[in-house]
């Protein structure tokens, strides 16, 4: 019960997109992208999400703070090519006292063609990889939209922790 | 019910491994292997298995024949450092008419430590990316043990195909 | 001589410049980007300077033309580091019947410190890697200004060719 | 003529070799291997180079000392496909108070073609970046021949260093 409470509702509204543009050295001898990469723009996507909430992904979950990746899970729906512009688009689909969960789509931003989805957990660790709780205060810039830009309304009852 | 009779069980008793070692390149500023890399060496392993049963990745699945791949899961369990020879263990744990499941696990063969393990799922295409059948013969192989060297027995009574 | 004769000056003024951002995956056990990175940022900065001209890098050069690398050369001059935005600036230094030469500069957008530099080669080939001629009208587009939007004016007497 | 002093003459006959199993995932859509993973192989066949002189690339050259890479010169020569099985080999030219260069040729074992082949010129840096000397211990061995195991015969007169 106690770690359930930690367990925010999976259905944060807040999303974050940016593209990537394909790169050549990306593809493989089948013409398209090689599938390895995509985990790659999940993380483009992610760093990018962080930076849009004013948090640096390095170093800003506070002090020799950082995330591990514990688990991820691709599914590729479509293959993308050489110079597509790719929309990955990341939202936070669990934070809990030491980690997070991320779930991501990427879209071919020209006929809106899924490519791919999938989701990574991450924990917090120290320097040494120890595990760490997250600072409440970072917790509760990650739930929330992008800051000082962001259209998305903060949702009226923005998401009970107890 | 038609489809069940497809899928062959789950405990394919023949394994291959190969070894990585752990180039810098690989490592980031944690010091320690960005984890986007683990399913790159579960394709470097995949290859080897391939290898060992006399099937050449690319094209020897039968004429313009590829395997796509449709989902990765990866579990990531502890730190690789640079240098590390890594030892990477594949089985095949699906086979069925246009597709095939793969297991991994890495360890660290200085010690033991799982460091990553996971599986990838792949559909058999064409050229044109449309999805087709394993050959039979290239089934009968991917089931079995290595050619040509493996001590490993086959099994008795060996899985039934239809 | 005759060969000379097709070498273009070198002081092409027409230069493109993109920007990267440099991945965290980029980064290696030292906390730096990775020397074998910026060659991959040459070719991010090469296909942008190519879009700029109107000229589709994979297929645009002509009916199953493409573009080998030859050879490069790298200077690294400083070190990057995870999210660094970077600015790399292109410029096509020498136009030959079949080989283009390409020069690069990588510099930190935030404090303007040279990161790296260098050059490629590259030569026109077929599908079946064959040397092919550029085409005349490709290498027209290829020597000049951005298309649609460059600023910076056309040279009065553009670059003699014979 | 000092600095001159302390270049070691460019003949050192003691070079290794390591071989490199092309992965599909560094071939590209022109179906061979992308140019950019050659300086990648290149530091496979570095890193075999010095642990075959009993040297732990990364942390061996003394406490704290690393290799940053300064410079690098490659050419493509052939191109390479997924699965060939490429021979790296390295040799030191040059070492001097801080720095150290390589040369490189990659091979394809099957056919002995030419790949690709350069160098790279390295320095010896402190944690903090800050260029180091090389540790004389150190020197000696990186201009000798493998250690416990070589073949080839030391130099009757090996090189002197003053």
Not at 11 to 26: A, E, G, I, K, L
Not at 28 to 51: I, M, P, Q, S, T
């Amino acid at each position: 019960m106690k770690s359930m409470a930690l367990i925010i509702s999976t259905d944060n509204p807040h999303s974050s997109c940016t593209t990537v543009r394909v790169p050549f050295y990306d593809t493989d001898a089948l013409g398209v992208v090689h599938h390895a990469n995509y985990l790659r723009y999940f993380e483009d996507g992610r760093v990018d999400w962080f930076r849009k909430r004013g948090v640096a992904y390095g170093s800003g979950l506070g002090a020799s703070l950082h995330l591990a990746a514990v688990e991820s899970h691709e599914h590729y729906r479509s293959a993308a090519h050489f110079d597509d512009l790719l929309v990955v688009c990341v939202r936070i689909t669990e934070l809990q006292r030491i980690s997070l969960r991320f779930a991501y789509t990427i879209e071919r931003q020209a006929d809106g063609v899924r490519i791919a989805d999938g989701e990574t957990l991450h924990a917090c660790v120290s320097d040494a990889f120890r595990l760490k709780r997250l600072p409440p205060a970072v917790r509760e810039v990650l739930w929330g939209p992008e800051q000082g830009g962001s259209i998305q309304p903060e949702p009226a009852e923005p998401h009970a922790r107890s």
